[in-house]
């Protein structure tokens, strides 16, 4: 069956400039969530949805970035005026419900010239 | 606060060899535990996950593990390795399996021919 899908796989962009990057879970996932892992921070939550709302948005590093969900499926993670040390990849998870093990995506390579 | 510790970035086993990852946690509720998988530009794959039932787990590809709360460990272990074991392999703690998995660093498995 179709697993989590993320697009794009790769996105290179000046500095400055906002991205917005796409998961689609799998369908009847009612959890979704975005992680970021990088060289030297290793994997780090970002952000958690039950359904259309973001119950803990805790992870999100600055006001720069946001992230939406509609019709409790597809997600829409934006950064905006990136900074190089946004330079990550960007990885999306879901799950059938929050107490379900995650299945992953295989990220969005993000490159910040 | 949750955290996980994976002692070892690196370790590197021959074909056939006994491969032992090594995972502690930390965690102020009884955790829910999983191992996860990552091959390069992929993301990530669930080896096997603890969920307060048999404190040894067994998971896919000959793996398992076994939790010790007496050493807040949760140990991966593959009796005989694979060159295709060779990838990344991270642990992960989330509390009541409804919050965002923490990760460990992660620990790359390398295996000799």
């Known amino acids: 069956g179709a697993g989590v899908s993320q697009s794009p796989s790769n996105k290179v962009t000046e500095k400055g400039k906002d991205v917005e990057l796409r998961c689609d879970p799998i369908s009847g996932h009612t959890a979704l969530y975005w992680y970021r892992q990088s060289l030297g921070q290793g994997l780090e939550f970002l952000i958690y949805f039950q359904g259309n709302s973001a119950p803990d948005k805790s992870g999100l590093p600055s006001d720069r970035f946001s992230a939406e969900r509609t019709g409790g499926s597809v997600s829409t993670l934006t950064i905006q005026r990136t900074q190089q040390e946004d330079s990550a990849v960007y990885l999306c998870?879901?799950?059938?419900?929050?107490?379900?093990?995650?299945?992953f995506g295989d990220g969005t390579r993000l490159s910040i010239l | 606060a949750q955290s996980v510790t994976q002692l070892g970035s690196h370790v590197s086993v021959s074909e056939g060899a006994l491969v032992l990852l090594r995972c502690n946690y930390s965690s102020s509720v009884p955790p829910y535990l999983f191992w996860y998988v990552q091959y390069p530009n992929k993301g990530l794959q669930l080896l096997l996950k603890?969920?307060?039932?048999?404190?040894l787990v067994k998971g896919i590809n000959g793996f398992e593990a076994e939790f010790k709360k007496s050493e807040t460990s949760f140990h991966l272990t593959k009796p005989s390795a694979h060159m295709s074991d060779a990838a990344e392999y991270f642990c992960a703690v989330s509390h009541s399996g409804n919050t965002p998995l923490v990760f460990g660093k992660g620990t790359r498995l390398s295996v000799i021919a």
């Open positions: 998870a879901s799950s059938l419900r929050a107490d379900q093990p995650q299945h």
């Open positions: 603890y969920t307060s039932a048999a404190t």
